[in-house]
């Protein structure tokens, strides 16, 4: 390189350090610098949210019927074949009205076969006696020996029973004609049939429902958690039609059922009413706690977190924007997927619903999005 050529280098790099001195020092940047710009900031994360409201009395209703407060399943005791039955649903009945009546040949050829039975008993008898008889006095003249006297009087003694038999089995086959005819045991009315015209049944198999007309009660069935909450005998209830809006009307559980229902896991719950005039037997009702018309708070179970501390995230807004805070809060009863919060929460707050387990104190959060 000759020295003009050198000299014009020198220039250039002085012209190039010139420049890098005048820029900021920021936007230097040296080949041997390996310093990593930060990262920008993620915007704050959107989260499913749920504004917390009361739960309306209509959704704390539990639903029921209005049954009659006796109730009878009629039933034939004898097996045969129905070739009547003049009533239907809703007919009302007397005490003593025919219901339903079996086919009654079968019986009464059951009745003439037994009394059959009975005379031919009654002929065994006879000659079992009159052979005794004669054997007897054969035995007191020694003609007859002392076997012969023992295999008359053991004949006697099986005819005897036979006879017995023989008559038992005629009184059975005489009640079992009566039984061909169902009659009614209350004044009431028919509420289920199960069994038509023609059927064959069995002894004891269920052929219609009789409802007395003694009283109406509402009958509703209370899950265990709800049970669990104090229904119990003596629990007031207010009752009404599910399809009216008349005034309700007041009512009280006189008999909780044992056993659940191994289905619906569900208990059956019977209310007196205070006033069964506007109900009719069928009637569809809705039922709610007497003491349950204040304010109902829910939020959904997953929303919960903090296992045997109770606790939810809520939405907080502040200067910088919207963050959760973590809130304690008293749970009541279940109500399908949702928990009752009777402590800690109030109408209008927002509390996050699901991801609750990825969620830190003071967390910015964006914006709410509906589940």
């Given at each position: 390189m000759?020295?003009?050529?050198c000299?014009?280098?020198?220039?250039?790099?002085a012209?190039?350090?010139?420049?890098?001195?005048?820029?900021?020092?920021?936007?230097?940047?040296l080949?041997w610098?390996t310093a990593k710009?930060?990262?920008p900031?993620?915007p704050?994360?959107?989260?499913v949210?749920?504004?917390?409201?009361d739960?309306?009395?209509?959704?704390?209703s539990?639903?029921g019927i209005?049954?009659?407060?006796s109730?009878?399943?009629?039933a034939?005791?004898?097996l045969?074949r129905?070739?009547?039955?003049?009533v239907?649903i809703?007919d009302r009945?007397r005490r003593?009205?025919?219901?339903a009546?079996l086919?009654g040949?079968?019986?009464?050829?059951?009745?003439?076969?037994?009394?059959?039975?009975v005379?031919?008993?009654?002929?065994?008898?006879s000659?079992?006696?009159?052979?005794?008889?004669?054997t007897r006095?054969?035995?007191?003249?020694?003609?007859?020996?002392?076997?012969q006297?023992?295999?008359?009087e053991q004949?006697l003694?099986?005819a005897?029973?036979?006879m017995?038999?023989?008559?038992s089995?005629?009184?059975?086959?005489s009640d079992a004609?009566?039984?061909?005819?169902?009659?009614?045991p209350?004044?009431?009315?028919?509420?289920e049939?199960f069994?038509?015209?023609?059927?064959?049944?069995?002894?004891?198999e269920?052929?219609?429902t009789l409802?007395?007309e003694d009283?109406l009660e509402?009958?509703?069935d209370v899950?265990e958690a709800?049970?669990?909450m104090?229904?119990?005998?003596?629990t007031?209830?207010?009752?009404?039609?599910?399809?009216?809006d008349?005034a309700p009307?007041r009512a009280v559980?006189h008999?909780?059922?044992?056993?659940a229902?191994?289905?619906?896991?569900?208990?059956r719950?019977?209310?007196?009413?205070?006033?069964a005039?506007?109900?009719r037997?069928g009637?569809?009702?809705?039922?709610v706690?007497?003491?349950?018309?204040?304010e109902v708070?829910?939020?959904?179970?997953?929303?919960?977190?903090?296992g045997?501390?109770?606790a939810?995230?809520v939405?907080?807004?502040t200067?910088a924007?919207?963050v959760?805070?973590?809130?304690a809060i008293a749970?009541?009863?279940g109500w399908?997927d949702?928990?009752v919060?009777?402590?800690g929460l109030a109408?209008g707050?927002?509390?996050?619903?699901?991801?609750?387990n990825?969620l830190?104190?003071?967390?910015?959060v964006?914006?709410?999005?509906d589940?």
């Open positions: 000759t020295r003009v050529g000299h014009a280098a020198r220039l250039l790099i012209g190039a350090l010139a420049l890098a001195l005048a820029s900021p020092l920021a936007a230097l940047t080949p610098d710009a930060p990262a900031q993620a704050p994360r959107p989260v949210t749920e504004i917390v409201t739960m309306a009395a209509q959704v704390r539990i639903p209005i049954v009659a407060r109730q009878v399943d009629m034939f005791r004898t045969g129905i070739v009547e039955r003049d239907d809703g009945v003593g009205a025919l219901l009546r086919d040949e079968t019986l009464d050829g059951n009745v003439r076969a037994a009394e059959a039975a005379s031919a008993a009654e002929v065994n008898l000659t079992a006696r009159s052979t005794a008889e004669r006095a054969l035995a007191e003249r020694n003609v007859a020996s002392r076997a006297l023992e295999q008359a004949g003694a099986a005897e029973a036979a017995a038999e023989a008559r089995q005629l009184v059975r086959a004609q009566g039984f061909a005819e169902m009659r009614a209350i004044d009431g009315v028919v509420s049939v069994a038509s015209k023609g059927a064959v049944i069995a002894a004891g269920p052929v219609l409802s007395g009283g509402a009958r509703i899950s709800q049970r669990a104090g229904v119990r005998i003596g007031a209830f207010l009752v009404s039609r599910a399809a009216a008349a009307v559980v008999r909780v059922e044992p056993v229902d191994a289905q619906t896991r569900t208990r719950v019977h209310l007196t009413l205070a006033d005039r506007g109900f037997l009637t569809l009702i809705r039922a706690r007497a003491d349950g018309n204040a708070l829910t939020v959904p179970a997953a929303a919960i977190v903090g045997d501390a109770p939810v995230w939405v907080a807004r200067d924007g919207r959760v805070t973590r809130r749970t009541g009863e399908a949702r928990v919060v009777t402590a109408a707050d927002e509390v996050v619903i699901r991801g609750v990825s830190a104190e003071g967390q910015a964006g914006r709410r999005v589940p």
